[in-house]
């Protein structure tokens, strides 16, 4: 079996073609339900989030698996195959296992070291149990990733102090206006990122903070902890024009805010500046408000300028937490490797010693007279011979090279020893109580 990682993400595709790839979490057991029903995939799961879509693929077959994965890219964008085969990137097995452990981690994040990003990939494989798309070998490689993740951040110091995106727009918005002392900010959406945001906003000097939801109740949860005033979307045009900051992040699938809601609001603002930050993938904030004199608009993609200057300080624990996953992903490859070359080493061994023993029966009806001691012998003679003839055989099936030469070797193996590969009774209860894994980080 083979695992493969077919997606885009920050830095291979804008925000333009990602938020057409944007996946509603209702919609995702049924398209990995629909992945697994072509004859090439045995597991799915699927991770998408603001900066990334990517689907992670268990296949006897990774030419067929990526093909179908590309298909699926291309409806859902809704673009040809040929427009975006250029943003994305398909990852086989040990580069799969790498991407995954590294995605987790934080080190393949916008905002390097990142914390928010392994809840993501924890919500995936949940999502894949939910379908029941994940099957021996994703458990496997998704319990290993948040040991993979954890031992980086523990072992090093890139999750500690830790930016994110909802910083990083706060540090833009300083750019913009200086202090930020006695500043008015309007949250769009109440989830965990406008939380973070309104935390940093809160330590720069804000000093009125609006929370606007859909929901009504959860607006005021989050507008109770800051001490700030909780809004319906409905009642944005009644104190738009009070926002210095806006920064929203919903999970809208169309533009929250319009040229039109925002061209009144600049009006009674007489001239003074409005910040507007978009965080949220399908964007929330219409593009053309940026023509709106005094209204200046970002959106996730500008924060890759205030990122850079960030990491630099950290990209020396990155590389320590590297050379950490690197020592994770080849024990991981080294039990997928002996997922196919286990189970046939047992079935060769088993049937050399039937042949060894039935051998031995019919040359003792000539060896009659033989003492205890000298059939020990006899025996330890036979054992040791077809050790010695097998010997080669065993070790290049421990060895396997990942590719068509490793598949050709295992087939070659099993028919000169007409050896079915043994099924391990563990790996099979495994197998029957994966749905009942649960992520462990």
């Not at 993501?120 to 496997?140: C, D, N």
């Not at 940026?290 to 300080?313: E, K, P, W």
């Not at 624990?317 to 950490?324: F, G, K, N, T």
Request: aromatic share 4%; proline share 3%.
């Amino acid at each position: 079996m083979r695992i493969c990682h077919i997606g885009l993400n920050y830095k291979t595709a804008p925000v333009e073609l990602r938020e057409r790839l944007a996946v509603p979490e209702a919609d995702i057991r049924g398209i990995l339900q629909a992945k697994i029903t072509h004859s090439a995939i045995r597991e799915a799961s699927l991770l998408a989030t603001c900066n990334r879509v990517e689907m992670t693929l268990v296949t006897h077959d990774p030419d067929a698996a990526i093909a179908v994965a590309h298909e699926w890219f291309a409806e859902k964008s809704g673009l040809p195959l040929s427009e975006i085969i250029t943003h994305l990137y398909a990852f086989t097995t040990d580069e799969s296992i790498r991407h995954l452990f590294a995605v987790a981690s934080g080190l393949d994040s916008l905002v390097l070291g990142e914390p928010q990003i392994l809840g993501q990939v924890k919500a995936s494989y949940e999502f894949a149990l939910e379908a029941k798309t994940a099957g021996h070998i994703l458990h496997r490689l998704y319990q290993s990733t948040f040991a993979a993740a954890k031992r980086a951040r523990s072992e090093t110091s890139i999750g500690r102090q830790a930016v994110n995106i909802s910083s990083c727009a706060v540090e833009l918005a300083k750019r913009i206006f200086g202090d930020l002392s006695g500043k008015t900010v309007l949250l769009v959406g109440a989830g965990e990122m406008a939380e973070l945001a309104a935390t940093h906003l809160k330590a720069n000097g804000c000093t009125e903070i609006l929370v606007a939801n859909r929901t009504l109740e959860r607006a005021r949860v989050l507008a109770v902890k800051f001490e700030g005033h909780a809004l319906t979307l409905d009642q944005l045009p009644d104190y738009m024009d009070r926002a210095d900051i806006v920064i929203s992040g919903t999970g809208a699938s169309t533009y929250v805010l319009l040229p039109e809601d925002i061209k009144p609001a600049m009006e009674k603002r007489g001239g003074q500046p409005m910040f507007l930050v978009d965080i949220a993938v399908p964007r929330d904030i219409d593009p053309r408000i940026a023509d709106i004199s005094g209204a200046y608009v970002y959106d996730i993609d500008d924060l890759q300028q205030v990122v850079q200057g960030n990491q630099q300080n950290r990209e020396r624990e990155a590389e320590q937490a590297r050379v950490l996953l690197e020592e994770e992903a080849l024990s991981f490859s080294t039990w997928l490797k002996s997922l196919e070359s286990v189970p046939l080493i047992r079935g060769i061994q088993q049937q050399v010693e039937q042949a060894r023993i039935e051998e031995l029966e019919k040359a003792q009806r000539y060896l009659k007279g033989l003492n205890d001691e000298q059939i020990e012998a006899v025996e330890r003679l036979s054992k040791a011979m077809m050790k010695r003839f097998i010997h080669p055989t065993m070790q290049t099936l421990k060895t396997l090279p990942d590719d068509i030469e490793g598949d050709l070797l295992m087939g070659a193996a099993s028919r000169l020893f007409a050896a079915q590969p043994l099924k391990d009774k563990k790996e099979k209860m495994g197998k029957d109580k994966g749905s009942d894994e649960h992520a462990s980080g």
